[in-house]
């Protein structure tokens, strides 16, 4: 059965979270989706007094007319949209990754910081919670205001592990403005400088493997890609996936960056380390982190 996707949006009023909403629009969302805009108020530890319970009382409100607000806006930006504010009461990453175990959404969206220097350092965790905790995609929006309609860049990369067949296929299931360009970027594996202990012939064995299986994927992705009508170029480079995304990103002057929430083994993060969660929080554009989730097909705009 179909049914429209569902989108959770962590809203906290900042400069960030105003870009993230604007960020939608270049997204390549469906026309027609169903969306929470999630407020948090922090609950108090250790327990309140009488000034922070009337404080508290005006948090709420605060906190409660800013879901409405960005309510409002994204009715205004994405007509087709059900767009609904809800306000939660707690630690804000734990509130949002309930609401997702609950809700069930396809796509989490958050703002890379929060509003004030002491609400980056704990939003920048905050989206790094979700990041890690959540059921499904995450999209860290780093966005910039452009007019609608104009073409986007989206940079993917891929190491030939299922969760990069997952970006592959989240980018492939969207919708882009005309003119729109894709670039795979695969960063070909080196033989890392041997620890006494580690087999050098096994590590040869399977660099060479998985460079091959790279290639296979790599050229796979940029066929459907044309098929959509991206332009679509392949980049293949030495060197750590962490930081040829990045920079192959800021360099392109890429709009959002798709990359898998798992790649590859055990052992083979042993030797590329952690990938998705480095470039999420380094990248200069947005990022979405691809976590496939299988649910019924919803309706593509």
Known sequence: MKKRMKILIAYDGSECADAALDDLNRAGLPEKA??????VVENWLPPPSALEVVEGAERRMETRALAWRAAVHLRSSMPGWDVEPEVG????ATVIVGKADTWKPELIVVGSHGRTALGRFFFGSVSQKVLHEACCSVRIARGRLEEPGTPVRILIGVDGSPGAEA???AVISRHWPRGSEARIVNAAGIIPPAAPDLAVAQVAEWVGGENARMRVMAE?????LKALGLATSVVVKEG????LLTSEAESWGADCIFVGARG????????????????????????EVIREVKSAEFIPG
């Open 264 to 287: 590859v083994g055990a052992f083979e993060r042993f030797l590329i380390g952690s990938v998705s969660s480095t470039v999420a929080a380094r990248a200069h554009c947005s990022v």
């Open 34 to 39: 169903s969306a929470v805009v999630l407020s």
């Open 89 to 92: 009461f707690g630690s804000p």
């Open 220 to 224: 796979a992705a940029e066929e459907k």
């Open 240 to 243: 750590d996936p962490k930081r």
């Open 167 to 169: 970006a592959v296929g």
